[in-house]
């Protein structure tokens, strides 16, 4: 019997995390609470199997989990995503002005962990999976660096190694007996980000090529009886902008091929913008909480972001 290879699409982004995992498109903040000894919650109980059932479905946004492996040195408990969110705990973010990668940070490798390991046990759960034995999972994985980073210093090549390089284990201490998830990755494909986004362009996912036509047309009424659908779609030549919350990626299609060498980072996204926002607003006696705003418009600006990582076609 041919074991299953889980098939992860993880667009890590400074603001959440948007992937697609086994056919579920998942969507949560880039964010992290570490739990003190006096914040560890009781585990859960629940009144009845609906309550549970629910609970299960709703896995995802509601993990604590500590992780064991060679790939990440801060250790500790943490609460990921939305469930930090909720916890009014002092929160860790990708910093939008740091200049430190992605590809150095433990906190990529936690969120994209914690990201398989708790879809593993939702799968688990709902295959009837006795979860006091120990889960394992093997993945094939795409994701993506900003270009600035991508595209130096052997960055992709070190970033992936750091998945690739060991197993590693996720204990989910949601309830009175932990839930432990090994995790080996089969492949791994580094992306620029923004390279992606093209690639899915060209490949009409799910009547793509209908869609950008239907607004090209709307937003370039003058030139719609120009210019076709394959023009939009097809062309070998094209310069993709990818605004995200700390960078802006622009990448150069050349002959059908990203060319790492034409494509840039500019180091600055919304996220920057919102920061520089909030200060003015500060400075004018605006009452608010800062960490509240940010991450409300951050929220929303990333549910309407551009093509997803989350739908390419590197995963197979």
């Known amino acids: 019997m041919v074991e299953k290879i889980m098939k992860v699409a993880n667009d890590l982004g400074y603001g959440s995390v948007k992937a697609n995992v086994d056919g579920e498109n998942i969507k949560f903040p880039s964010v992290i609470a570490a739990e003190r000894p006096q914040d560890v919650q009781a585990p859960m109980e629940f009144d009845s199997k609906q309550d549970q059932d629910t609970y299960m479905k709703n896995f995802l946004n509601n993990m604590d989990v500590s992780v064991s492996s060679n790939a990440v040195k801060t250790s500790g408990r943490f609460l990921i995503g939305n469930a930090a969110i909720d916890s009014g705990l002092s929160m860790r973010a990708f910093d939008v002005n740091d200049f430190t990668g992605k590809s150095e940070t433990d906190l990529a490798i936690i969120l994209t962990l914690s990201l ?181 418009v951050s929220y929303l600006k990333r549910s309407v972001h551009c093509v997803e990582l989350a739908k390419i076609k590197y995963v197979k």
Do not use: C, W
Not at 181 to 207: H, P, R
Not at 256 to 270: D, E, F, H, I, T
């Open 116 to 296: 398989i390991a708790g879809k593993k046990v939702k799968e688990a759960y709902e295959a009837g999976q006795d979860l006091k034995e120990t889960l394992k999972v093997k993945v094939n994985m795409a994701t993506a660096l900003p270009i600035s980073e991508g595209k130096v210093n052997n960055a992709k090549d070190r970033y992936k190694e750091r998945y690739m390089g060991s197993t590693h284990t996720v204990t989910f201490h949601n309830f009175k007996d932990p839930i432990n998830v090994t995790i080996e990755f089969n492949k791994v494909y580094v992306a620029l980000e923004g390279e992606t986004a093209q690639m899915l362009i060209a490949s009409d996912y799910d009547g793509l090529t209908d869609k950008i036509k239907e607004d090209f047309d709307k937003n370039y009424s003058e030139m719609k009886d120009e210019v076709e659908a394959d023009d939009l779609i097809n062309s070998r030549n094209v310069l993709g902008i990818d605004i995200g919350e700390g960078t802006t990626d622009v990448v150069a299609i050349i002959n059908g091929k990203a060319n790492p060498a034409a494509s840039a980072s500019l180091p600055q996204g919304y996220g920057n913008v919102l920061q520089d926002a909030v200060r003015v607003l500060q400075d004018q006696q605006m009452n608010f909480e800062e960490e509240l705003h940010n991450y409300r």
